[in-house]
């Protein structure tokens, strides 16, 4: 029985041949990888970019984490287990209660339905 090693098995061929590669370089599909970047670009510039108070509204947020941080605090959301409603409260590094905070304190008067904390 003879075998030739160069031909493969089944038609299958160790021998690398024009195929994928090159006709992906021809027709641009290589370059996809770099219009994510071009698109992303375009979502933070273009006409629906994220507006400029949104960004503001995070980088203050970023801050006031840092400041409650900072003094060993943060804040943590809960389901309350009555109402099923989310609910925040001020806590220190060990994680104890220091005082409920209603939704409308933290995120602007506009948001929070119930204003009074639940207990």
Same mark, same amino acid.
Do not use: C, Y
């Given at each position: 029985?003879?075998?030739?090693?160069?031909?493969?098995? $089944? $038609? !299958?061929?160790? +021998?690398?041949?024009?195929?994928?590669?090159?006709?992906?370089?021809? /027709?641009? #599909?290589?370059? *996809?990888? &770099?219009?994510?970047?071009?698109? *992303?670009?375009?979502?933070?510039?273009?006409? #629906?970019?994220?507006?400029? #108070?949104?960004?503001?509204?995070?980088?203050?947020?970023?801050? !006031?984490?840092?400041?409650?941080?900072?003094? =060993?605090? /943060?804040?943590? &959301?809960?389901?309350?287990? @009555?109402?099923? *409603?989310? +609910?925040? /409260? @001020?806590?220190?590094?060990?994680?104890?209660? @220091?005082?409920? +905070? =209603? @939704? =409308? #304190?933290? &995120?602007? %008067? $506009? %948001?929070?339905?119930?204003?009074?904390?639940?207990?």
């Amino acid at each position: 029985m003879d075998i030739d090693a160069t031909k493969g098995i $089944g $038609g !299958l061929s160790a +021998v690398p041949t024009r195929g994928k590669a090159d006709t992906a370089a021809v /027709s641009g #599909e290589f370059a *996809r990888v &770099f219009d994510i970047a071009e698109a *992303r670009r375009r979502r933070m510039t273009g006409p #629906e970019r994220i507006p400029d #108070e949104v960004w503001d509204d995070i980088t203050r947020a970023g801050q !006031l984490a840092d400041d409650l941080t900072a003094r =060993g605090q /943060s804040v943590r &959301f809960d389901t309350h287990r @009555l109402t099923n *409603r989310v +609910v925040a /409260s @001020l806590v220190d590094d060990d994680g104890r209660l @220091l005082r409920p +905070v =209603g @939704l =409308g #304190e933290i &995120f602007g %008067h $506009g %948001h929070d339905p119930d204003p009074a904390p639940a207990a």
